[in-house]
């Protein structure tokens, strides 16, 4: 990276995921901005702008940032609102980034947050659609993956099987993560294919949670960064790209993720990055179904196109594999649609700082995390301990 | 803005048509009526465009991910598009940083509003507490009505100085039809004490700018205009606020920016105010340092404030600000002034503030 300033995230927090009847939008929102705050005896004076991602169709709040001005502590601040998707969490941490990196601000609060539970996600998500030609068929983000994974199974032979071995690595990796929404200790890959068929090819359990949750982070400027974290997560590349809003228009799109793989290839050439599965050292990758995570190493090219079931079949990217991918428990378990992305984030920068508690993967020095969502929208971001030159 | 990076350029204008229906385009292709002819403007074709910044309101479009409707036309397949949920003037203050830090270099920034297609009592309803508030069936007029009572009891402005703001504006509008002050004081009430002709009609509006650094606006060659500096400041919720009418955060905004840019408000020769209420037009003009009371308004009816008419005269939610700098971009191409200040608002009772500088590239 070539940005006048270097960014790093020096602290996160999240909220308990799950179904949250104890708190309200606002309450959930500043959860995680408190605890972010709080571990590092940061308060919102030390703040200079705050970045909120929300997708506000879903609970049905127009200028959700507006209402809840206060409890995102961005009163008297400059205060950024995005909602972009599935992405939103990560095009926000992104935005913090931009918004330092340019010399504009020095300490940026980004904040992601959704409560599912007081709304409709599936009938937000259908309006995504074409009204005439695609609500019908593929309403809602079960009946989009539902078409992208048959698609997926055809072009590259991926089995059932396989794919269930990716919900059993992720709700087994949640058991150790204190945040996360779904713990299936003794989920097997039998029970997955037992569950309930949503729509062919996705099983119930292939399939992520809708959760209440939020997350936060908080991105600073060169000098302040080594001040506030004894281990910094620096930002070492960002890249954004979208698909053609149609899914018809850009055919086997979760075989081929053209988004994904245009937005890495831009990240890893300014990283560095020549080979992925040994130049990382954990990922945190958005894969909002199991059969989503195996194409998406595919497209990060953790492994060749069409690999991705070998992959999980060698335990490549179990937690104790040569690539980790998403230790957290991924969004297979936690789903707070405008936290989620920024969770991959945080998830990428505790890793590099050393803070993932349990499911800490030794010896993290560089992470990778992916934001996905409509029109294949794809927002990747590098970090490392080490400070970029 | 550019504190260390590149600075932003602008180096290409376009709008659609602004009209209250428009019946023979989509979303998606009145979005591209603004942008074609920025690009045309600036000398490029999409495919060179590498990213995007855009405007709109999901609940506007009545599709999650508004920005979908746009982003292929903005920046093409695989392009970097980012949605900013306020006016068009933070799109333009988020594509500076992006351009800043080195990550784009040839950008659309777009805002669009086809509010024909939406109802905006229901639309604005949403926007209010679901649990308390909801049930009382409110919109922003209602709160702009009790904004307004606070207003005008303080002896700051009357109805008859917001109704020359209306005609003034009016009488720059290319959409509109001119209107008396009486006009305006007899249209129908809709929340006392504001009458019809005290808001902004629902139209729909789009336009779109082409922004690059340094290295772009050397290689393109085309008349340019810098954006020296953007800023926004989030006020309180309106029932949060103790007085409606304190517009701290507009001040707030101008004083972010003008340090940014070494700039005082005596430099500025072209001042341009977005908010959809006549009446707030004053207090926001107030809050900036423009004066007070019939100096004030005199300033709006000679256009010293709001040469375009403003959102008064014919735009649309997020739209209005960067509409705004449209115009004055163009003023300040053709050498009419040197330096811009363009302002905007996004919230219930003009809640937030967003502000930004531009100044001649001669």
Same mark, same amino acid.
């Given at each position: 990276?070539?940005?006048?300033?270097?960014?790093?995230?020096?602290?996160?927090?999240?909220?308990?995921?799950?179904?949250?009847?104890?708190?309200?939008?606002?309450?959930?929102?500043?959860?995680?901005?408190?605890?972010?705050?709080?571990?590092?005896?940061?308060?919102?004076?030390?703040?200079?702008?705050?970045?909120?991602?929300?997708?506000?169709?879903?609970?049905?709040?127009?200028?959700?940032?507006?209402?809840?001005?206060?409890?995102?502590?961005?009163?008297?601040?400059?205060?950024?609102?995005?909602?972009?998707?599935?992405?939103?969490?990560?095009?926000?941490?992104?935005?913090?980034?931009?918004?330092?990196?340019?010399?504009?601000?020095?300490?940026?609060?980004?904040?992601?947050?959704?409560?599912?539970?007081?709304?409709?996600?599936?009938?937000?998500?259908?309006?995504?659609?074409?009204?005439? +030609?695609?609500?019908?068929?593929?309403?809602?983000?079960?009946?989009?993956?539902?078409?992208?994974?048959?698609?997926?199974?055809?072009?590259?032979?991926?089995?059932?099987?396989?794919?269930?071995?990716?919900?059993?690595?992720?709700?087994?990796?949640?058991?150790?993560?204190?945040?996360?929404?779904?713990?299936?200790?003794?989920?097997?890959?039998?029970?997955?294919?037992?569950?309930?068929?949503?729509?062919?090819?996705?099983?119930?359990?292939?399939?992520?949670?809708?959760?209440?949750?939020?997350?936060?982070?908080?991105?600073?400027?060169?000098?302040?960064?080594?001040?506030?974290?004894?281990?910094?997560? +620096?930002?070492?590349?960002?890249?954004?790209?979208?698909?053609?809003?149609?899914?018809?228009?850009?055919?086997?799109?979760?075989?081929?993720?053209?988004?994904?793989?245009?937005?890495?290839?831009?990240?890893?050439?300014?990283?560095?990055?020549?080979?992925?599965?040994?130049?990382?050292?954990?990922?945190?990758?958005?894969?909002?179904?199991?059969?989503?995570?195996?194409?998406?190493?595919?497209?990060?090219?953790?492994?060749?196109?069409?690999?991705?079931?070998?992959?999980?079949?060698?335990?490549?990217?179990?937690?104790?594999?040569?690539?980790?991918?998403?230790?957290?428990?991924?969004?297979?378990?936690?789903?707070?649609?405008?936290?989620?992305?920024?969770?991959?984030?945080?998830?990428?920068?505790?890793?590099?700082?050393?803070?993932?508690?349990?499911?800490?993967?030794?010896?993290?020095?560089?992470?990778?995390?992916?934001?996905?969502?409509?029109?294949? +929208?794809?927002?990747?971001?590098?970090?490392?301990?080490?400070?970029?030159? | 803005?550019?504190?260390?990076?590149?600075?932003?350029?602008?180096?290409?204008?376009?709008?659609?048509?602004?009209?209250?229906?428009?019946?023979?385009?989509?979303?998606?292709?009145?979005?591209?009526?603004?942008?074609?002819?920025?690009?045309?403007?600036?000398?490029?074709?999409?495919?060179?465009?590498?990213?995007?910044?855009?405007?709109?309101?999901?609940?506007?479009?009545?599709?999650?991910?508004?920005?979908?409707?746009?982003?292929?036309?903005?920046?093409?397949?695989?392009?970097?598009?980012?949605?900013?949920?306020?006016?068009?003037?933070?799109?333009?203050?988020?594509?500076?940083?992006?351009?800043?830090?080195?990550?784009?270099?040839?950008?659309?920034?777009?805002?669009?509003?086809?509010?024909?297609?939406?109802?905006?009592?229901?639309?604005?309803?949403?926007?209010?507490?679901?649990?308390?508030?909801?049930?009382?069936?409110?919109?922003?007029?209602?709160?702009?009505?009790?904004?307004?009572?606070?207003?005008?009891?303080?002896?700051?402005?009357?109805?008859?100085?917001?109704?020359?703001?209306?005609?003034?504006?009016?009488?720059?509008?290319?959409?509109?039809?001119?209107?008396? %002050?009486?006009?305006?004081?007899?249209?129908?009430?809709?929340?006392?004490?504001?009458?019809?002709?005290?808001?902004?009609?629902?139209?729909?509006?789009?336009?779109?700018?082409?922004?690059?650094?340094?290295?772009?606006?050397?290689?393109?060659?085309?008349?340019?205009?810098?954006?020296?500096?953007?800023?926004?400041?989030?006020?309180?919720?309106?029932?949060?606020?103790?007085?409606?009418?304190?517009?701290?955060?507009?001040?707030?905004?101008?004083?972010?920016?003008?340090?940014?840019?070494?700039?005082?408000?005596?430099?500025?020769?072209?001042?341009?105010?977005?908010?959809?209420?006549?009446?707030?037009?004053?207090?926001?003009?107030?809050?900036?340092?423009?004066?007070?009371?019939?100096?004030?308004?005199?300033?709006?009816?000679?256009?010293? %404030?709001?040469?375009?008419?403003? +959102?008064?005269?014919?735009?649309?939610?997020?739209?209005?600000?960067?509409?705004?700098?449209?115009?004055?971009?163009?003023?300040?191409?053709?050498?009419?002034?040197?330096?811009?200040?363009?302002?905007?608002?996004?919230?219930?009772?003009?809640?937030?503030?967003? %502000?930004?500088?531009?100044?001649?590239?001669?």
């Amino acid at each position: 990276m070539s940005a006048p300033v270097r960014a790093a995230i020096v602290a996160t927090g999240q909220t308990d995921h799950g179904r949250r009847f104890d708190t309200s939008m606002a309450e959930i929102a500043r959860e995680a901005i408190d605890r972010c705050l709080e571990s590092r005896g940061l308060h919102l004076d030390d703040i200079d702008a705050v970045v909120a991602g929300n997708m506000e169709m879903f609970e049905g709040i127009y200028l959700v940032d507006q209402l809840f001005v206060g409890a995102l502590g961005a009163l008297g601040k400059p205060l950024y609102k995005l909602n972009t998707g599935g992405t939103v969490g990560a095009s926000t941490a992104l935005a913090c980034y931009h918004l330092v990196a340019s010399g504009r601000h020095r300490r940026v609060l980004g904040v992601g947050f959704q409560k599912q539970s007081e709304g409709s996600t599936q009938a937000a998500i259908t309006t995504v659609g074409d009204p005439i +030609w695609e609500r019908a068929v593929m309403a809602g983000a079960i009946g989009n993956f539902a078409a992208m994974a048959s698609t997926y199974i055809a072009d590259s032979g991926v089995t059932p099987e396989q794919a269930a071995k990716v919900a059993v690595k992720a709700r087994r990796n949640a058991c150790l993560n204190p945040h996360a929404h779904l713990k299936m200790p003794d989920i097997t890959v039998e029970e997955v294919l037992a569950s309930e068929m949503l729509a062919y090819p996705i099983h119930r359990l292939d399939m992520c949670p809708a959760s209440d949750g939020a997350c936060a982070i908080v991105m600073a400027a060169d000098q302040e960064a080594g001040k506030l974290a004894d281990r910094p997560a +620096w930002v070492h590349a960002v890249a954004t790209a979208h698909d053609q809003q149609y899914m018809g228009d850009s055919p086997k799109r979760l075989a081929v993720m053209r988004s994904l793989q245009a937005a890495s290839r831009k990240a890893y050439a300014l990283a560095g990055i020549e080979d992925p599965l040994r130049d990382f050292d954990v990922a945190e990758v958005y894969e909002p179904a199991t059969y989503a995570e195996l194409a998406m190493c595919e497209n990060l090219q953790f492994c060749a196109m069409g690999q991705g079931g070998r992959l999980i079949d060698d335990g490549v990217t179990f937690l104790d594999g040569q690539l980790p991918v998403n230790p957290s428990g991924g969004v297979l378990s936690t789903n707070p649609v405008g936290a989620t992305a920024m969770i991959r984030v945080a998830e990428a920068a505790m890793q590099v700082m050393g803070e993932a508690g349990a499911h800490q993967v030794p010896d993290v020095s560089r992470a990778l995390a992916t934001g996905y969502g409509g029109n294949a +929208w794809t927002d990747v971001m590098i970090l490392s301990a080490e400070r970029p030159r | 803005m550019a504190q260390h990076g590149s600075d932003t350029w602008v180096i290409g204008l376009g709008e659609a048509r602004t009209a209250a229906v428009l019946e023979d385009v989509s979303i998606n292709e009145f979005a591209w009526e603004a942008i074609q002819p920025a690009l045309r403007e600036a000398g490029v074709e999409l495919r060179q465009v590498t990213g995007a910044v855009t405007a709109s309101q999901d609940f506007w479009d009545g599709r999650t991910i508004s920005s979908m409707n746009v982003n292929e036309v903005a920046c093409g397949s695989l392009g970097s598009e980012a949605k900013v949920a306020a006016d068009g003037v933070q799109a333009l203050g988020y594509a500076a940083a992006r351009i800043a830090d080195g990550d784009q270099h040839l950008n659309v920034v777009v805002a669009h509003a086809k509010e024909s297609e939406g109802d905006a009592h229901t639309i604005e309803l949403a926007a209010f507490d679901p649990y308390f508030e909801r049930p009382l069936n409110p919109d922003d007029t209602l709160v702009a009505a009790f904004q307004a009572q606070a207003l005008y009891r303080t002896g700051a402005a009357s109805p008859e100085e917001a109704a020359r703001v209306v005609v003034a504006a009016r009488s720059r509008s290319e959409v509109l039809a001119a209107a008396a %002050v009486e006009d305006v004081l007899s249209s129908p009430l809709t929340a006392e004490p504001l009458r019809e002709l005290d808001r902004a009609p629902r139209m729909n509006a789009a336009c779109a700018l082409v922004v690059c650094d340094d290295a772009k606006r050397n290689e393109l060659e085309r008349p340019a205009v810098r954006v020296v500096a953007t800023a926004s400041r989030a006020g309180a919720y309106w029932r949060e606020r103790a007085d409606l009418t304190d517009m701290t955060p507009a001040s707030a905004a101008l004083h972010d920016a003008l340090d940014q840019a070494g700039w005082a408000l005596g430099d500025i020769e072209l001042i341009e105010i977005a908010a959809p209420f006549a009446f707030q037009h004053l207090m926001i003009a107030a809050a900036l340092g423009l004066g007070a009371g019939e100096q004030l308004v005199a300033r709006f009816e000679r256009g010293e %404030v709001n040469a375009s008419g403003g +959102w008064l005269a014919g735009s649309a939610e997020s739209v209005a600000g960067l509409h705004a700098v449209v115009f004055a971009a163009r003023k300040l191409r053709a050498g009419e002034a040197r330096r811009a200040l363009v302002h905007a608002t996004t919230g219930i009772a003009a809640q937030s503030h967003h %502000v930004a500088l531009l100044e001649s590239a001669a």
